[in-house]
């Protein structure tokens, strides 16, 4: 673990990996709060935040008077139950409270017109400006728990042609399996690249188990964080469920973050990317909710396992985002004004929902 991290946070991880691992089986009462602080030296403070943070990520859940009890479950599927529950209401989308300031991006952009003059006219590099892959580096270790070398992340015009290079880069004899319902351009763009596609119905908390156990798709992409148009969060177990379904055979995961960085949480949810260990998850993220939708850039990071992949079936294609908007980026998050609007978003929306 990181030293830098705040206490709470490494005991939070620590906690949750003992759960993933079976140490705490589901329906386990965990140690009282005071027990923890005891043990570990903590603060009752520190061990009541980490205490919380378990229950938000969907790995236990107190219960008055009695403690707090483990959710997760390793294998279970429940897919008969599953079957019985309607999905939650739509989510809302973001509103002008949540809009990125004008001034602030105009003051970026006259900066970055400042800095780096006639540099803006020059072609980036296919994958990507160095200067942006550089702060989306170091943005995704401090909030997203993404261990990622500018070589992992590549730059691309949108969520929308980044699902393009996944096929070209994973191959189009593949069966790709996306959530039922889901974003429609997802499925559109996949058919588009001729790729067979199987829908996936969703359940309360991500893709219904006995639809993923009998898929024939190699690869699964997902929503994780919120499936539009249903707000379908998936939970701990469920994520840990696509984890286990990518163990096989030669699968693949992509995960599509969509509108996570807008989580009610005290801390981001925790990304698939980040919990697998074999370096067979594709991450993908947007600007469209963050900072404006007509800035048409995302980008994209690959496991270390399938970088020369890349490079040696898709690297030739140029990036298509201008040169001007990915150092207008790169200024955003490298000078903090980015995560500066994300939690002041963040904040609003929690006062709102009072937590």
């Given at each position: ?26 329906g ?79 003051k ?44 992992q ?60 156990k ?29 984890l ?6 030669d ?9 996570s ?13 980040s ?11 947007t ?45 955003l ?23």
């Amino acid at each position: 673990m990181r030293a830098d991290k705040p206490e709470y946070l490494k005991l939070y991880e620590s906690l949750r990996d003992e759960i993933a691992r079976g140490a705490w089986p589901y329906g386990a009462r965990l140690p009282s709060r005071r027990q923890v602080a005891l043990d570990r030296g903590l603060s009752a403070i520190t061990v009541e935040h980490s205490y919380e943070l378990l229950c938000q990520e969907g790995y236990a859940e107190a219960r008055p008077r009695s403690g707090y009890f483990v959710l997760y479950r390793r294998s279970d599927g429940f897919a008969a139950a599953e079957a019985a529950q309607a999905l939650p209401r739509p989510a809302q989308g973001v509103g002008e409270a949540d809009a990125f300031p004008f001034w602030v991006l105009a003051k970026s952009m006259r900066r970055v017109i400042s800095d780096y003059g006639e540099a803006l006219l020059r072609k980036s590099p296919n994958a990507g400006c160095l200067e942006l892959r550089r702060a989306l580096s170091a943005y995704l270790s401090r909030n997203r728990g993404v261990q990622a070398g500018v070589d992992q992340i590549v730059i691309g015009s949108g969520a929308e042609y980044l699902y393009g290079l996944v096929v070209e880069l994973l191959g189009r004899e593949r069966v790709f399996a996306v959530e039922d319902p889901s974003y429609a351009k997802i499925e559109q763009v996949y058919r588009s690249k001729g790729v067979a596609v199987e829908p996936l119905p969703l359940g309360r908390d991500g893709i219904r188990s006995a639809a993923l156990k009998n898929t024939r798709a190699t690869v699964l992409h997902i929503t994780p964080f919120r499936s539009y148009p249903t707000g379908v969060t998936a939970s701990a177990s469920k994520r840990g469920e696509y984890l286990r379904w990518a163990t096989e055979g030669d699968r693949y995961i992509v995960e599509d973050d969509f509108e996570s960085e807008f989580s009610l949480l005290r801390k981001p949810e925790e990304t698939v990317f980040s919990r697998s260990e074999r370096g067979n998850v594709i991450y993908l993220n947007t600007f469209t909710r963050t900072v404006s939708p007509s800035l048409r850039a995302g980008y994209m990071v690959l496991p270390e396992r399938l970088t020369a992949l890349f490079e040696e079936r898709v690297g030739f294609y140029s990036c298509p985002v201008p040169a001007f908007e990915q150092y207008l980026l790169a200024d955003l998050i490298a000078g903090g004004d980015f995560e500066r609007h994300i939690n002041r978003v963040r904040r609003q929306k929690r006062r709102e929902a009072g937590k």
